[in-house]
């Protein structure tokens, strides 16, 4: 089992009482520019957790509530994977394990009861400060109900809607702010990533199946950043990648930089619907690997093949549990009966996000690796 | 005789002088409000065709703007330095700061405030119905301004000129 569960280490604890203390991010924490993967003494791949918690995301939350956080962080919450303000109730912190209310004395508490009450004031200022007091400039984002801050965290904004017509033109008087964290784990696809290579420079177009909030997206993002930057390890060099990004979740891209690290051979289309995008792509950027996030609109599988005849790999996810089960979808059910992908990959959670659960061979449904829990 | 005749040229000098100094710090308040109003319309131009931040905006206009430019500046000033917590809080600090270093009155600095209220915290459309707004109040400040200029101009220069003889006939 790979298991991709988070370490949170002495470090980090004594990081969130200095910032307790004095209340101001910590800058030396996170984000290093370290190259994402180094090689352990016994020559195995490390997995680094990353996310920018302090530096991105606090400074961006009204004070009262982020010095709440920051309080309660010490105990130990981290990796958080969402924080919710919604008006006039109880501030919820979302980690892996389970969610956590911050109690009068500022300790987590399981129980909503007496817990610390987000105001509709703190929603107003921190949805200011995450616009770096423009509201103007991120309507385009706000109107589809969510932005992108710094560090490629996504902020879902619930609200009364304002409509235009037909069209939605902005969201006023919001109600909830859902901050996602998003944490980018290096080399969490160290494990799956020998069963995608083919050879020096080719991989097979493969399909990533996952339940949600099992890590897809971000066992994704990795794989991108690993063939698009090459894997010295198993012998093989970058290729040029192109990234269909519809819901900006792989490289969270903020004013044209992508938040996330995804490669250096890497460009990104955002915004774009998949399959409008990948036949741009494939005239546009001239790449050996296209990767898109959760396939299966219509007009996906045309889009899948036009990528297939242009001689570019695919590499792609789809929501699910097991294979079969991804044949009660029609527009997946295609390109599975069509034989486009030479490899499954399936995750789940049963040992932390990205627990690799099996990896089967495309072409004739053989059991790679894995507990042999797929039905055929 | 020599002397009185320099004496009385030097007092006629200077008092006229005087006059030219304070007749120009009456242009100055137009000048400086009209140059307000370019600014605030550079504003509403730069956020409806480019969805740049606030900070950045103004950091374009405070290098356009001479003397009004400064409230623009200290906005940004104050922002980066995190003494103000949002947009229409550092305005307000910044014009409160500022408005003693330009020749601008009481009213016009109480448009400037309304101003911040509402700066950065709508989406565009309500931006620019607050420019106009205040581009407005502006134009009518700039009117009064422009009249007191008219009648002040004149009676300083010609006051200067003439209390420089009357002073000069006196010590004669």
């Not at chain 1, 130990?76 to 994977?81: K, S």
Request: glycine content about 8%; some cysteine; hydrophobic content about 40%.
């Amino acid at each position: 089992m790979c298991a991709l569960s988070h370490k949170s280490g002495q470090s980090l604890i004594i990081i969130s009482k200095q910032a307790r203390t004095s209340n101001v991010p910590e800058p030396e924490y996170d984000r290093c520019g370290e190259p994402a993967m180094k090689e352990n003494s016994d020559g195995k791949l490390s997995v680094k957790t990353m996310s920018s918690l302090r530096k991105d995301i606090l400074p961006m939350i009204s004070g009262r509530v982020a010095a709440a956080i920051s309080g309660a962080l010490i105990y130990g919450l981290e990796p958080l994977e969402e924080i919710r303000l919604r008006a006039e109730k109880p501030l919820v912190l979302q980690n892996w394990s389970r969610e956590w209310f911050i109690g009068s004395d500022g300790l987590p508490s399981a129980k909503p009861a007496g817990s610390f009450i987000v105001t509709q004031e703190d929603i107003r200022t921190t949805l200011e400060l995450m616009s770096e007091n423009s509201i103007y400039a991120y309507q385009d984002e706000i109107k589809n109900g969510f932005i992108t801050i710094r560090g490629g965290h996504r902020v879902g904004i619930a609200g009364r809607a304002v409509l235009d017509g037909e069209s939605i033109k902005n969201i006023k008087d919001i109600s909830g702010l859902n901050i996602r964290i998003s944490n980018q784990i290096f080399g969490c696809s160290s494990k799956v990533l020998k069963y995608l290579i083919k050879n020096a420079a080719d991989i097979y177009n493969t399909l990533i199946i996952s339940p949600p909030q099992c890590g897809k997206t971000t066992i994704l993002r990795d794989i991108a950043r690993n063939i698009s930057n090459g894997v010295p390890e198993l012998g093989f060099k970058g290729v040029k990648v192109a990234i269909v990004d519809e819901r900006s979740e792989i490289a969270a891209m903020l004013r044209g930089v992508p938040q996330n690290d995804v490669g250096l051979r890497t460009d990104v289309l955002d915004g774009c619907p998949k399959s409008i995008g990948m036949k741009m792509m494939i005239r546009s950027m001239s790449p050996k690997v296209i990767i898109t996030d959760e396939i299966g609109n219509d007009g996906d599988r045309e889009a899948v093949h036009s990528v297939l005849n242009a001689g570019i790999r695919i590499i792609t996810t789809a929501h699910g549990y097991n294979i079969s089960e991804l044949k009660s979808r029609r527009e997946v059910l295609m390109l599975l009966e069509d034989k486009v992908f030479e490899r499954y990959i399936v995750l789940d959670d049963s040992d932390g996000p990205g627990t690799l659960s099996e990896v089967v061979d495309g072409t004739d449904m053989r059991v790679i690796w894995g507990s042999g829990r797929h039905v055929s | 005789m020599f002397l009185k005749v320099l004496g009385s040229i030097i007092v006629l000098l200077s008092s006229s002088f005087l006059g030219y100094i304070l007749s120009r710090d009456c242009s100055k308040r137009p000048q400086q409000l009209r140059s307000l109003q370019n600014l605030l319309q550079m504003f509403e131009n730069q956020i409806s065709y480019s969805s740049d931040v606030l900070a950045e905006v103004f950091e374009r206009i405070s290098r356009a703007g001479g003397e009004t430019g400064i409230f623009f500046r200290t906005t940004v000033d104050l922002l980066k330095d995190g003494s103000a917590a949002n947009a229409s809080e550092a305005w307000e600090k910044a014009v409160r700061k500022c408005i003693g270093r330009t020749a601008l009155k009481r009213d016009d600095e109480q448009i400037l405030l309304s101003f911040g209220k509402s700066l950065g915290n709508t989406d565009l459309e309500g931006q620019i119905k607050n420019i106009r707004l205040s581009l407005g109040q502006l134009a009518l400040q700039v009117e009064k301004a422009e009249e007191n200029r008219k009648k002040n101009e004149s009676m300083y220069k010609s006051l200067g000129v003439l209390g420089g003889l009357a002073l000069v006939i006196i010590l004669i």
